[in-house]
């Protein structure tokens, strides 16, 4: 892993707890939320591409952060550990998804997808995840 990467995550995860608060009951995991927030950039691409790798790992951008990303998630899964982690990205269901993005998705995050009628709440909630 690159070094670079890894103190740019340290440094969003304490910048991440720090902005919540030490004084407040909360259980975050700033590393699920680095993995959401990246297969969301695998999709974003100018302002919006340049501000999530800003945010959780200032100033490494696009493949580099992503191929951090997968050695985390290998690491967490390898069969040593106890702790697994799954991907998933939920899209309402009459968007389409470009294949190069459900590629990218697989790749670099073991992810997959799933559409979603989100105008039914009650199905959407139950939704199998």
Known sequence: MSESVTIAQANFALNLIQE???NKSAVIS???ISFAL???????NGNTAREIENAIAKGI??????NHLLNVYNFINDNKNTVKMGNKVYFADNLQIFEYYK???????NGNFQLTDFTDTQKAANVHI
């Open 30 to 32: 700033p590393i699920s």
């Open 38 to 44: 990246g297969m969301i950039l695998l999709g974003a």
């Open 61 to 66: 951008i696009g493949d580099e952060l992503h």
């Open 103 to 109: 590629k990218q998705l697989q790749k670099f995050y």
């Open 20 to 22: 919540i608060g030490l």
